[in-house]
């Protein structure tokens, strides 16, 4: 499919707002990025927090965003700030724990854990993208963007964090995979801005963070693990297994959702949003494959129950956010905390 012309909307350069917390760990982060204090939470607030819920997701998310853009008003000293950073390692630490509790039984191996995903399903009808493309409404569309955005609006930033920490092929590949992520030298074909193109077509605000007040816990979950990831040398292998994960999948539901966008009338951009991943996408996955985790597996071997981990996590996170879009939608509710309302930007 043919790029639309040059489109004006781009991603705005300002830091979003800081939202309200949700519990009182997220209200004690969003408190002390307020005031400039530090975090004061009850002792065992972080160790009895749910892994999974709204509080500690968004608390991790607040803190997280201090490592991209920060916040409107909110000094960027406090990306550094000992007493957050000694928050964020407790819950890092529970959500990670519940990871690995919730994967025991995940394949320790890339071929096992990569197997399945290399093969599309005979059976799709669990599959978000096969709904959307089948019989998805255009007021889904736009509540599944709107969720999306806190990641494609700063689409592959997460990634970029592992290029420093690889060598060699792995290194090499690496780059010219994140290369086409942004833009290939253009700025206008950087994907954050191709998705804001998407999100003007379907009457969406593309602020940066825009909607992060309304994202419920399983959304959050999934772009926090790319931060858990890519923050944390440690966790290298991890964020190379995540990222194979997504590439390799990306493509059949790409296809799927251009579709859907065609077929409800989204818009040029909208459809070519997703048009560009199909066909970048599958490239992407033969050289993530062959090279980056190749060649990480050999300077690295001992790293592959890691990229296994990234892998499985990353499927585990999406289908927990499939099913509560649909378990939503299936009741004729939002998938947000908050419904857009049919004219809002």
């Given at each position: 499919?043919?790029?639309?012309?040059?489109?004006?909307?781009?991603?705005?350069?300002?830091?979003?707002?800081?939202?309200?917390?949700?519990?009182?760990?997220?209200?004690?982060?969003?408190?002390?990025?307020?005031?400039?204090?530090?975090?004061?939470?009850?002792?065992?607030?972080?160790?009895?927090?749910?892994?999974?819920?709204?509080?500690?997701?968004?608390?991790?998310?607040?803190?997280?965003?201090?490592?991209?853009?920060?916040?409107?008003?909110?000094?960027?000293?406090?990306?550094?700030?000992?007493?957050?950073?000694?928050?964020?390692?407790?819950?890092?630490?529970?959500?990670?724990?519940?990871?690995?509790?919730?994967?025991?039984?995940?394949?320790?191996?890339?071929?096992?854990?990569?197997?399945?995903?290399?093969?599309?399903?005979?059976?799709?009808?669990?599959?978000?993208?096969?709904?959307?493309?089948?019989?998805?409404?255009?007021?889904?569309?736009?509540?599944?963007?709107?969720?999306?955005?806190?990641?494609?609006?700063?689409?592959?930033?997460?990634?970029?964090?592992?290029?420093?920490?690889?060598?060699?092929?792995?290194?090499?590949?690496?780059?010219?995979?994140?290369?086409?992520?942004?833009?290939?030298?253009?700025?206008?074909?950087?994907?954050?801005?191709?998705?804001?193109?998407?999100?003007?077509?379907?009457?969406?605000?593309?602020?940066?963070?825009?909607?992060?007040?309304?994202?419920?816990?399983?959304?959050?979950?999934?772009?926090?693990?790319?931060?858990?990831?890519?923050?944390?040398?440690?966790?290298?292998?991890?964020?190379?297994?995540?990222?194979?994960?997504?590439?390799?999948?990306?493509?059949?539901?790409s296809r799927r959702l251009a579709k859907a966008m065609r077929r409800c009338g989204a818009g040029p951009a909208a459809e070519h949003f997703y048009a560009e991943h199909v066909e970048a996408d599958a490239v992407h996955e033969q050289v993530v494959r062959h090279e980056v985790i190749g060649g990480l597996l050999v300077?690295?071997?001992?790293?592959?129950?890691?990229?296994?981990?990234?892998?499985?996590?990353?499927?585990?996170?999406?289908?927990?956010?499939?099913?509560?879009?649909?378990?939503?939608?299936?009741?004729?509710?939002?998938?947000?905390?908050?419904?857009?309302?049919?004219?809002?930007?």
């Amino acid at each position: 499919m043919p790029a639309p012309s040059p489109d004006p909307v781009t991603v705005a350069d300002r830091s979003p707002h800081l939202v309200q917390g949700r519990g009182e760990l997220s209200c004690a982060v969003s408190d002390a990025l307020r005031s400039g204090g530090p975090p004061r939470c009850a002792p065992g607030a972080k160790l009895e927090a749910d892994p999974w819920g709204e509080d500690l997701q968004l608390a991790l998310y607040l803190l997280y965003e201090l490592h991209y853009r920060g916040f409107d008003g909110v000094d960027d000293a406090r990306e550094w700030d000992p007493d957050l950073l000694r928050l964020r390692q407790a819950m890092e630490a529970r959500f990670l724990d519940a990871l690995r509790t919730e994967l025991s039984d995940a394949p320790r191996t890339v071929g096992d854990a990569f197997a399945p995903l290399l093969v599309e399903p005979v059976d799709l009808s669990g599959s978000l993208s096969h709904h959307l493309e089948t019989e998805g409404e255009l007021w889904q569309l736009r509540e599944y963007a709107a969720l999306r955005s806190l990641y494609h609006l700063k689409e592959a930033d997460p990634h970029a964090w592992v290029i420093p920490r690889l060598t060699g092929r792995a290194k090499a590949a690496m780059v010219a995979i994140e290369y086409d992520e942004f833009g290939a030298g253009r700025a206008e074909r950087i994907h954050a801005q191709l998705f804001a193109a998407l999100m003007s077509d379907l009457r969406l605000d593309p602020t940066y963070g825009r909607y992060l007040d309304r994202a419920p816990a399983p959304l959050l979950a999934t772009v926090n693990l790319m931060s858990l990831f890519g923050l944390h040398r440690a966790l290298r292998g991890a964020l190379v297994g995540h990222f194979a994960c997504v590439e390799v999948t990306s493509s059949p539901g790409s296809r799927r959702l251009a579709k859907a966008m065609r077929r409800c009338g989204a818009g040029p951009a909208a459809e070519h949003f997703y048009a560009e991943h199909v066909e970048a996408d599958a490239v992407h996955e033969q050289v993530v494959r062959h090279e980056v985790i190749g060649g990480l597996l050999v300077d690295e071997p001992d790293l592959e129950e890691d990229i296994a981990l990234g892998c499985a996590a990353t499927v585990l996170l999406e289908d927990r956010l499939a099913s509560h879009i649909r378990e939503a939608w299936d009741h004729e509710r939002s998938a947000l905390r908050t419904p857009l309302h049919e004219h809002e930007r």
